[in-house]
Nanobody
C-alpha cells in the first residue's frame, strides 16, 4: 500500500521556522514531481509549492514565495518544505502529494497520492 507520511508540523510563533518532511512508503517517487498543499479551517485546499522529479525546477504560490523552500533528496525518497518567516495566516494542515508527471504543478487534480497531513499553527 502506497503511503505518504508527513512530519515536522507543530506550534510556532510568528516569524519562526519549521521544516516539514514527507517520506513515501510502498514505492519510490523519485521519477515524479512532488508538491505541498495546505488547508485552513473553513477554506479550500490550496497549492503551496512543487518540485520536479530532478529537484532542478520549483514552483511556489505567491503567498509563500521568498519564505518557503521546497527540496527533495531522491536517495532518501524524501521531500522537504522549509518554512521561514511564518505568519498566522500560514496556519493550516499541510499535505504532501505525488504528481502524475515529472514537472511541478499547482493543479490539485494532477496529483495521484496524498498524505494524511500535518498541522502547522502559527501564533501571533
Amino acid at each position: 500500500q502506497v503511503q505518504l507520511v508527513e512530519s515536522g508540523g507543530g506550534l510556532v510563533q510568528a516569524g519562526g521556522s519549521l521544516r516539514l518532511s514527507c517520506a513515501p512508503s510502498g514505492r519510490t517517487f523519485s521519477n515524479v514531481a512532488m508538491g505541498w498543499f495546505r488547508q485552513a479551517p473553513g477554506k479550500e485546499r490550496e497549492f503551496v509549492a512543487a518540485i520536479s522529479w530532478s529537484g532542478w525546477n520549483t514552483y511556489y504560490a505567491d503567498s509563500v514565495k521568498g519564505r518557503f523552500t521546497i527540496s527533495r533528496d531522491n536517495a532518501k525518497n524524501t521531500v522537504y518544505l522549509q518554512m521561514n518567516s511564518l505568519k498566522p495566516e500560514d496556519t493550516a494542515v499541510y499535505y504532501c502529494a505525488a504528481a502524475r508527471g515529472s514537472w511541478p504543478t499547482g493543479t490539485h487534480s494532477e496529483y495521484d497520492y496524498w498524505g494524511q497531513g500535518t498541522q502547522v499553527t502559527v501564533s501571533s
